[in-house]
């Protein structure tokens, strides 16, 4: 099984309101990320966990919080959600450095 | 840093046309890149990625070669199909950080029509 499930598939967030997206993965793989993907963008890299260690993009590093309980579970946290939020979020994770990445069909945030 | 540019945001083909899609990329050392394929309401997934011995990867008639001297990785096919209709996207596996950071490029939409 390869699959990345990411939760909620879609989200309808008030400013200032508070915003948490699940994903998980069962292939046991050490790295999981998160990306930002806007209309006409790249996706963008917000953080990633390896193992139980958190690298975040230094732009993106006092918006965004994760935790990563277990191996399969990877969270990501926005406290106060702005306009400028609305995006898709991308769940992936990959075995090992420079391995296939495995996506998650997204979850689409929009605030209002 | 680390970039990768898709030119083309918007391609629409014939079927049975031959497919180009653009990547260039930007990277103090040798990255991986990849080519990855997003179908309308699916997740994206990894389509093809590069050899660290310049042999050319192919997969479902796609190829792509690396050429380090202009730092390109385009993506080929000899025939477009309707089901390669799909959003494109080419990455690099950045070497400065482990290969554990993947940098994408914005995508090319492919559209082929009969």
């Known amino acids: 099984d390869t699959t990345v499930k990411q939760n909620p598939r879609y989200k309808l967030a008030r400013v200032g309101k508070p915003v948490n997206l699940i994903c998980s993965q069962t292939m046991n793989h050490d790295t999981m990320y998160w990306y930002q993907k806007k209309p006409n963008q790249a996706p963008k890299l917000l953080l990633f966990y390896y193992d139980k260690i958190l690298n975040r993009e230094a732009d993106t590093f006092e918006k965004f919080q994760s935790s990563r309980p277990n191996n399969s579970f990877c969270s990501l946290y926005i406290g106060s959600a702005g306009l400028e939020y609305s995006a898709m979020y991308l769940c992936?994770?990959?075995?090992?450095?420079?391995?296939?990445?495995?996506f998650g069909e997204g979850s689409r945030l929009i605030v209002v | 840093g680390d970039s990768v540019t898709q030119t083309e945001g918007l391609v629409t083909l014939t079927e049975g046309l031959p497919v180009m899609l653009n990547c260039t990329y930007q990277s103090t050392y040798s990255p991986f890149l990849f080519w990855y394929v997003q179908h309308l309401n699916e997740a994206p997934k990894l389509l093809l990625k590069s050899f660290t011995d310049n042999k050319r990867p192919e997969h479902q008639g796609f190829h792509a070669t690396l050429h380090k001297s202009s730092s390109s990785f385009h993506l080929q096919k000899s025939s477009a199909q309707l089901s390669d209709s799909a959003l494109y996207y080419c990455?690099?596996?950045?070497?400065?950080?482990?290969?554990?950071?993947?940098?994408f490029g914005k995508g090319t939409s492919l559209t082929v029509i009969p």
């Open positions: 990455a690099l596996s950045d070497p400065d950080t482990g290969y554990q950071n993947f940098y």
């Open positions: 992936a994770s990959s075995a090992g450095s420079g391995n296939t990445l495995y």
